[in-house]
């Protein structure tokens, strides 16, 4: 895919030093991939803001409520900014993906979607990658992905996280309750 045509949205809370610093090197690295990155920072740590602000590329936001859906919907709000057609949403952690499996990823989705109106590409773990997590992750995210492919009549790693979406979806989740539960 033409990665000028994708924003990223991610949302951060670095709590305490250790998860600050896996948050900064995750982040360096998605920095080098050289897409537009829209993220809402809970603002909890001054430090942690002042280095996302310098990240070439990065839009850093202080969503004005708390909570997860809060900083979701803000990250989305400041990516549809940027005028992309297409955002991937992410969490800031994964250092990994945001190597060579997002450029494949990204590849992938634009062959996917050839001569097709998608909503969402979602990305994947690999069945052996699954293994690696403990018991109950892999007993918990496999009910909820089990839920969501009956639900949704595919089946997939809905757990997992990072997905492209066409940016007009953006309206319809801003306006996601703010007490969705998270």
Known sequence: MDTSLVAVATITSARTPAEEEQLRRSLERLAEVGLPVAVADAGTNPGFGGFLSHLPGFHVTVPPARGLVAQVTASLAVAAGLDR????????DKAFFFGAPLKDFLQRAAEDRQGREVGVVLASRSGRSFETYPSMQRYTEGVINELCGDLLGVPGDYSYGPFLMTGTLVPELLQVRRDLGW
């Open 85 to 92: 057609p297409c955002i991937l949403y992410t969490e800031p």
